[in-house]
């Protein structure tokens, strides 16, 4: 399948700085990608959907000041958490699907944010 | 798109055959059913996906009834790698890969030695 690839897998960040995971399609391009969180022993929730070369769009609840989200190329989106609070520590999830051969969705492994 | 329902969780011996339901007695005509699975810690992992047809591929098989209410994942040799969260989700592909996934909470599959 597709190879969808974050970094950092893990990251640790001080309480009020910002903090950029980025996602990147390895083997093929992608206009949309997709941003979930996923909190320990919870399912994973979309918090947005990132379009290259617009604006993301964000689910409700989701603040779009504090989750930063540029998605510059067919093959890059980057989520910034900004001002990050010890609230914010949660497992990010990236996915995308490729413009060609369909609608399959694939995900990323996952990067874990510490805020201490 | 529509909403599904999983077991919260299963038993499975190693070796044997694993058999997820799931059901999705509101799905509508346009909608795939597609299977993903997390292991703890890793981004969910494509599995199979289908319309109304029986699928297999090299994971996995997905039986859809007739009536595409209900469908049952199998994993036929069920290994301790196995186990995971197994996610049933249905989703139309008219958005044109522009919609994402909607999880629910999946079926913990636990693979027994």
């Known amino acids: 399948g597709a190879v969808v690839s974050q970094h950092p897998s893990r990251v640790i960040c001080k309480s009020g700085t910002s903090v950029k995971i980025e996602c990147r399609s390895l083997?093929?391009?992608?206009?949309?990608m997709f941003w979930y969180r996923q909190f320990p022993k919870q399912s994973l929730m979309l918090m947005a959907t990132?379009?290259?070369?617009?604006?993301?769009?964000?689910e409700q609840g989701v603040e779009k000041d504090k989750f930063l989200i540029n998605h510059a190329s067919l093959t890059l989106s980057t989520l910034t958490v900004t001002s990050a609070h010890p609230e914010d520590s949660s497992f990010y999830i990236c996915?995308?699907?490729?413009?060609?051969?369909?609608?399959?969705?694939?995900f990323g492994e996952g990067s874990w944010l510490t805020v201490v | 798109d529509a909403k599904t329902t999983q077991p919260p969780s299963m038993d499975c011996a190693e070796g044997r055959a694993a058999n997820l339901p799931c059901n999705h007695s509101t799905i509508s005509g346009n909608e795939y059913v597609y299977w993903y699975r997390q292991i703890h810690s890793q981004g969910p992992q494509y599995i199979i996906h289908g319309l109304k047809n029986n699928e297999t591929n090299e994971m996995a098989s997905l039986i859809i009834t007739e009536d595409r209410k209900s469908s049952t994942l199998i994993l036929p040799h069920a290994t301790l790698r196995d186990t995971a969260v197994y996610y049933c989700i249905v989703r139309s592909h008219s958005g044109g890969g522009a919609d994402g996934l909607t999880f629910g909470k999946g079926t913990h599959l636990i693979i027994q030695p």
């Open positions: 083997d093929f391009q992608a206009t949309t």
């Open positions: 990132s379009n290259e070369g617009s604006k993301a769009t964000y």
């Open positions: 996915s995308a699907s490729p413009l060609i051969s369909g609608n399959t969705i694939y």
